[in-house]
């Protein structure tokens, strides 16, 4: 007998005896002969629980942990401690999607929670119970707006993160749809080249902020630029930063999206994460994923509920706008967990600190001599400087001490081969930061 | 009992914390407030106020109106609700991996790398397949990502007319909408009255035209498709490809290969066989496996292994990216640790185990509900409804009279075959103990629907809430705590 299973041999025959058959094999009959695996799997044989926490141990020590100055998509933020036992609780953990709602009500609450959060924070209506991660996110967020203005063409803008447009490339290819460019210009989306792309059979611009340079961009002028051509307009935001920053609700955006890692998210070498999507609430039949509603039960009294459910892939089939079920949903109380704890004042702070921290590295590195600021634009927590420093002698001499940072902007092409990004949270302290400076300051 | 519904938002109190922080020496050094005021928000986010021990009370006390797998019986069909072991959510919360920047250098995180290509090896080994990619965040995603293998492998042979999926008739509901995210469309066929593929049918579907046929086996009926080896042949010999949708894998451990059967495609569910834990509704964990033909294609990154050491590809020959980086990376932990503790000599005995629960629970039952399938189960079995039913006591009466005793109740009205079905799933975790009492309820409940069947039209009663009221929900979208307020100074009714 196997610990994971109960079955005691007298169980297996009582159990035989009842459907009839003198062996298990029986059940299998209709599998046909030439095809059942008669071999033992090539893997390892079992281990115990010591044995298997020598063998993580040794793997966990061949993953380095270091101070991280880094972002493009992921962030080292303060993850407070009272969140990891309430996700580890079996209720929450090891409960199916809520589809039985008289005994999901936890996790149904937890979701209307967090989607109330992440309109406050949007400032638009409605968030679904939230997708994969973050260029997930945006790649349906794409699809939707093609579902919502019934047009093929989607305009992406080369300022946001690379991989974000990769996978966003990805969808769209596949679902048929044309994907298209628009290029970048001192540091944001270049207006005249978005002008120029734009016509009547555009469904949406995709547009981050801050940026894959940690720019600050000016969505709400390009939401303007939209107007005419009633293409929506689809705003990738660190969400985090919104505690601060214009929401795209202000900023006239029709659908936001993006990941909700910096809500002090473990970086976990890129998940689990979460991506969140909220929009205006006239695109809510076309928005993928679940959405939970308030509603009562039979006794008028309070409840919570998946509702708008007729959207859904196991209700619609191929009529479905999006294929998504499983989602985040763990992740999903993990940020709502974290926003109750931060607040009204401590995400604000976190933010602050991190800008603060940010601007703090960047005047020290300039002042080496060895940087400069790359585009005279504003920036939040990560920062982009232009250098004639080789990448891999940064990267190796903050390595060496124990810090990961310096992103090489190289791979996005010739003009931003001199280019390297820097991110800083409220975990830095300013020992690490000045230390990052006389490392970098000290090269030639 | 815990009934309070209360919004943590309901229970802030202006100025109180659950977070102090520390003196900050850049405290007053470039205020974010030098930002022109166009880029900042007007109004603060109106989070909560509340004290760590209010957080901690708020969601503890929600976690008890829940029902998780260390509750009771959970025997939800098509969704494997087996045990999750702690072991694996211990290993995966080493800080070393929690720690770990994405964007670090490989040689840094070898440790991680390792655990995918050998986890990646040993879930080919299990499929039979060539070679696998853990970056798929989900089951439905693992089914995108493995029609866009199967779109580009035709689009590479320069045959473009093949745009059309067959799709059986008794299909889970993703398998028709990841087609039509896929950008191809769907060729539904018809089953037979038992719920297996019609091999005529999908004779008339087979033309130039096909890029594939997407099939579950077991299919969502819990049975086997004894003519699966003609029907992959079928498909092959008109030009196509098969996935696998790896739903029900969990009855085929041990007994027989996805990829022995002809298979090119498909995903597992490491949430579903893994025993990685389902969270409510993820993170779950969707790999694709491809046959050696379709390995270029798989989605980058890939990770390779080149003498001993462990590295990302990059890669544009394949369907490109389809996720921000490997996926769900402390999920595919848990379920590395799962496989190495289960090992070669356990993991085989799976499937049988798994399937004798599942017929034990059939025969125990036939007698109270109708068994619209009468030959043996696998891994599931499938009743249509009440077989003695004076009342008329429907599926939904019987789930929510079940749920009030301490067992989840099995998946209802699906398959959508079956007008009244229930299906349940019984997993090889679960002791005869269980499957008995379980029967002895389900037998109870049968004949309460004879005797007194408002016992059941009115259950739950005993829940955090009773029946619910879906109508009033999809009628009134109240979707945040904003619309609820906003409803409740219109809408008098809404007292709650």
């Given at each position: 007998?196997?610990?994971?299973?109960?079955?005691?041999?007298?169980?297996?025959?009582?159990?035989?005896?009842?459907?009839?058959?003198?062996s298990?094999?029986?059940?299998?009959?209709?599998?046909p002969e030439?095809?059942?695996?008669?071999?033992?799997?090539?893997?390892?044989?079992?281990?115990?629980?010591?044995?298997?926490?020598?063998?993580?141990?040794?793997?966990?020590?061949?993953?380095?942990?270091?101070?991280?100055?880094?972002?493009?998509?992921?962030?080292?933020?303060?993850?407070?401690?009272?969140i990891?036992?309430?996700?580890?609780?079996?209720?929450?953990?090891?409960a199916?999607?809520?589809y039985?709602?008289?005994?999901?009500?936890g996790?149904?609450?937890?979701i209307?929670?967090?989607q109330?959060?992440?309109?406050?924070?949007?400032?638009?209506?409605?968030?679904?119970?939230s997708?994969?991660?973050?260029?997930?996110a945006?790649?349906?967020?794409?699809?939707?707006?093609?579902a919502?203005?019934?047009?093929?063409?989607?305009?992406?803008?080369k300022?946001?993160n690379p991989?974000?447009?990769s996978?966003?490339?990805t969808?769209?290819?596949?679902?048929?749809?044309?994907?298209?460019?628009?290029?970048?210009?001192?540091?944001?989306t270049?207006r005249?080249?978005?002008?120029?792309?734009?016509?009547?059979d555009?469904?949406?611009?995709?547009?981050?902020?801050?940026?894959?340079?940690?720019?600050?961009?000016d969505?709400k002028?390009?939401?303007?630029?939209?107007?005419?051509?009633?293409?929506?307009l689809i705003?990738?935001?660190?969400?985090?930063?919104?505690?601060?920053?214009s929401?795209?609700?202000?900023?006239?955006?029709?659908?936001?999206?993006g990941?909700?890692?910096?809500?002090?998210?473990?970086m976990?070498?890129?998940?689990?994460?979460?991506g969140?999507?909220?929009s205006?609430?006239?695109?809510?039949?076309?928005?993928?994923?679940?959405?939970?509603?308030?509603?009562?039960?039979?006794?008028?009294k309070?409840?919570?509920?998946?509702t708008l459910?007729?959207?859904?892939?196991?209700?619609?089939?191929?009529?479905?706008?999006?294929n998504?079920?499983?989602?985040?949903?763990l992740?999903?109380?993990?940020?709502?967990?974290y926003?109750?704890?931060?607040?009204?004042?401590?995400?604000?702070?976190?933010?602050?600190?991190?800008?603060?921290?940010?601007?703090?590295?960047?005047?020290?590195?300039?002042?080496t001599?060895?940087?400069e600021?790359?585009?005279?634009?504003?920036?939040?927590?990560?920062?982009?400087?232009?250098?004639?420093?080789?990448h891999?002698l940064?990267?190796?001499?903050?390595?060496?001490?124990?810090?990961?940072?310096?992103?090489?902007l190289?791979?996005?092409?010739?003009?931003?081969?001199r280019l390297?990004?820097?991110?800083?949270t409220?975990?830095r302290?300013?020992?690490?930061?000045?230390?990052?400076?006389?490392i970098?300051?000290?090269?030639? | 009992?815990?009934?309070?519904?209360?919004?943590?938002?309901?229970?802030?109190?202006s100025?109180?914390?659950?977070v102090?922080?520390?003196?900050y020496p850049?405290?007053?050094?470039?205020?974010?407030?030098?930002?022109?005021q166009?880029?900042?928000?007007?109004?603060?986010?109106?989070?909560?106020?509340?004290?760590?021990?209010?957080?901690?009370?708020?969601?503890?006390?929600?976690?008890q109106?829940?029902?998780g797998?260390?509750?009771?019986?959970?025997?939800?069909?098509?969704?494997?609700?087996?045990?999750?072991?702690?072991?694996?959510?211990?290993?995966?919360?080493?800080?070393?991996?929690?720690?770990?920047?994405?964007?670090?250098p490989?040689?840094?995180?070898?440790?991680?790398?390792k655990?995918?290509?050998?986890l990646?090896?040993?879930?080919?080994e299990?499929?039979?397949?060539?070679?696998?990619s853990?970056?798929p965040?989900a089951?439905?995603?693992?089914?995108?990502?493995?029609?866009?293998?199967?779109?580009?492998?035709?689009?590479?042979?320069?045959?473009?007319?093949?745009?059309?999926v067959?799709v059986?008739?008794?299909?889970?509901?993703?398998n028709?909408?990841?087609?039509?995210?896929?950008?191809m469309?769907?060729?539904?066929?018809?089953?037979?009255?038992?719920?297996?593929?019609k091999?005529?049918?999908l004779?008339?579907a087979?033309?130039?035209d096909?890029?594939?046929?997407m099939?579950?086996n077991?299919?969502?009926?819990?049975?086997?498709?004894?003519?699966?080896?003609?029907?992959?042949?079928?498909?092959?010999?008109?030009?196509?490809?098969?996935?696998?949708?790896?739903a029900?894998?969990?009855?085929?451990?041990?007994?027989?290969?996805?990829?022995?059967m002809?298979?090119?495609?498909?995903?597992?569910?490491?949430?579903?066989?893994?025993?990685?834990?389902?969270?409510?509704?993820?993170?779950?964990?969707?790999?694709?496996?491809?046959?050696e033909?379709?390995?270029?294609?798989?989605?980058?990154?890939?990770?390779?292994?080149?003498?001993?050491?462990?590295?990302?590809?990059?890669?544009?020959?394949?369907?490109?990216?389809?996720?921000?980086?490997?996926?769900?990376?402390?999920?595919?932990?848990?379920?590395?640790?799962?496989?190495?503790t289960?090992?070669h000599?356990?993991?085989?005995?799976?499937?049988?185990?798994?399937?004798?629960?599942a017929n034990?629970?059939?025969?125990?039952?036939?007698?109270?509900?109708?068994?619209?399938?009468?030959s043996?189960?696998?891994?599931e079995?499938?009743?249509?409804g009440?077989?003695?039913?004076?009342?008329g006591?429907?599926t939904?009466d019987?789930?929510?009279r079940l749920?009030?005793?301490?067992?989840?109740a099995?998946?209802?009205?699906f398959?959508?075959?079956?007008?009244?079905?229930?299906?349940?799933?019984?997993?090889e975790?679960?002791?005869?103990?269980?499957?008995?009492?379980?029967?002895?309820l389900?037998?109870?409940?049968?004949?309460e629907?004879k005797?007194?069947?408002?016992?059941?039209?009115?259950?739950?009663?005993?829940?955090?809430?009773?029946?619910?009221?879906?109508?009033f929900?999809a009628?009134?979208?109240?979707?945040?705590?904003?619309d609820?307020?906003?409803?409740?100074?219109?809408?008098?009714?809404?007292?709650?």
């Open positions: 007998m196997f610990k994971y299973f109960p079955h005691t041999p007298e169980d297996v025959e009582a159990m035989k005896d009842k459907i009839g058959i003198a298990v094999d029986e059940l299998f009959q209709d599998i030439d095809v059942l695996f008669h071999h033992a799997y090539d893997i390892p044989s079992a281990m115990d629980e010591d044995g298997l926490r020598r063998l993580f141990k040794s793997l966990a020590d061949q993953t380095t942990s270091y101070t991280v100055f880094s972002g493009g998509g992921s962030y080292d933020h303060y993850r407070p401690s009272v990891d036992p309430l996700i580890g609780r079996q209720e929450f953990e090891t199916y999607t809520p039985q709602p008289e005994v999901s009500q996790t149904l609450q937890y209307f929670e967090y109330s959060m992440v309109q406050m924070l949007t400032g638009l209506d409605v968030s679904n119970a997708m994969y991660d973050g260029p997930t945006a790649a349906e967020a794409c699809l939707m707006a093609c919502a203005t019934k047009r093929d063409k989607v305009l992406v803008s300022t946001l991989k974000m447009i996978v966003v490339k969808y769209l290819k596949t679902n048929n749809r044309t994907f298209v460019m628009v290029e970048e210009k001192n540091g944001v270049d005249e080249d978005l002008k120029e792309k734009l016509d009547d555009v469904a949406a611009v995709l547009i981050g902020k801050p940026n894959v340079f940690g720019i600050i961009e969505v002028s390009i939401g303007k630029l939209l107007e005419n051509h009633k293409a929506l705003e990738n935001a660190d969400i985090s930063t919104l505690s601060i920053l929401t795209p609700g202000e900023d006239g955006a029709d659908i936001a999206c990941d909700c890692q910096s809500l002090g998210m473990p976990a070498y890129g998940g689990p994460t979460l969140y999507l909220a205006k609430k006239k695109y809510v039949r076309k928005m993928p994923g679940r959405i939970c509603g308030m509603t009562k039960d039979k006794d008028n309070r409840a919570y509920v998946l459910q007729a959207r859904e892939q196991h209700i619609r089939r191929e009529k479905a706008n999006s998504i079920c499983s989602n985040q949903s992740m999903v109380l993990y940020v709502t967990i926003m109750s704890v931060m607040g009204r004042e401590g995400l604000i702070e976190v933010n602050k600190r991190s800008y603060q921290g940010a601007h703090a590295l960047a005047e020290g590195l300039i002042d001599g060895n940087f600021l790359a585009y005279d634009q504003p920036f939040f927590k990560e920062f982009t400087l232009k250098t004639n420093l080789n891999d940064i990267r190796e001499a903050l390595l060496e001490k124990g810090i990961f940072g310096g992103i090489s190289a791979p996005l092409g010739e003009s931003y081969e390297v990004t820097f991110a800083v409220e975990r302290t300013k020992d690490e930061i000045d230390e990052v400076i006389d970098l300051g000290g090269l030639s | 009992m815990n009934t309070d519904a209360t919004l943590i938002f309901e229970k802030s109190r100025g109180r914390k659950a102090s922080f520390s003196d850049y405290d007053g050094h470039r205020p974010f407030e030098e930002l022109d166009s880029l900042l928000r007007e109004e603060p986010a109106l989070l909560p106020e509340v004290s760590e021990l209010d957080v901690l009370r708020h969601y503890t006390n929600m976690s109106k829940n029902f797998v260390e509750n009771g019986f959970y025997p939800l069909g098509s969704c494997t609700m087996k045990y999750n072991p702690k072991i694996n959510d211990e290993v995966q919360n080493f800080p070393a991996f929690k720690n770990a920047h994405p964007d670090q490989a040689s840094s995180v070898q440790g991680i790398l655990i995918y290509h050998e990646a090896n040993h879930l080919s299990i499929s039979g397949m060539a070679e696998t853990l970056n965040c089951g439905a995603h693992g089914e995108l990502t493995g029609l866009m293998i199967m779109k580009a492998y035709h689009e590479k042979n320069g045959d473009y007319k093949r745009t059309k067959i059986p008739d008794s299909a889970h509901g993703t028709p909408a990841s087609t039509s995210v896929a950008g469309d769907v060729a539904e066929i018809e089953s037979t009255d038992e719920g297996r593929v091999l005529s049918s004779k008339e087979l033309g130039d096909i890029a594939g046929m099939l579950t077991p299919n969502t009926l819990g049975i086997f498709e004894k003519d699966i080896c003609k029907i992959t042949d079928m498909v092959h010999e008109a030009g196509g490809l098969m996935y696998y949708d790896g029900n894998l969990n009855a085929m451990l041990g007994k027989v290969r996805p990829g022995d002809g298979f090119d495609i498909l995903h597992l569910n490491l949430h579903k066989t893994f025993s990685t834990p389902h969270g409510g509704g993820g993170p779950g964990s969707g790999p694709v496996g491809v046959c033909h379709l390995k270029e294609f798989l989605p980058s990154p890939r990770v390779r292994k080149h003498d001993g050491d462990y590295y990302l590809e990059e890669t544009n020959a394949g369907i490109g990216r389809v996720t921000f980086h490997l996926g769900n990376v402390l999920v595919w932990i848990r379920a590395y640790a799962y496989v190495l289960l090992g000599e356990n993991i085989k005995d799976i499937g049988p185990l798994a399937t004798l629960n034990y629970v059939r025969e125990l039952l036939r007698d109270d509900y109708q068994l619209p399938i009468s043996y189960c696998m891994h079995c499938v009743f249509d009440l077989k003695d039913n004076p009342h006591v429907r939904l019987v789930a929510k749920i009030e005793q301490d067992m989840h099995p998946t209802i009205y398959p959508l075959l079956f007008k009244e079905a229930i299906m349940v799933e019984p997993t975790t679960e002791s005869k103990e269980t499957l008995d009492r379980f029967a002895s389900m037998k109870a409940i049968a004949k629907a005797d007194n069947p408002d016992v059941l039209k009115n259950a739950p009663q005993k829940t955090p809430v009773k029946r619910i009221d879906e109508v929900a009628r009134k979208l109240i979707l945040s705590y904003r609820y307020l906003d409803y409740k100074k219109d809408d008098e009714a809404l007292d709650f």
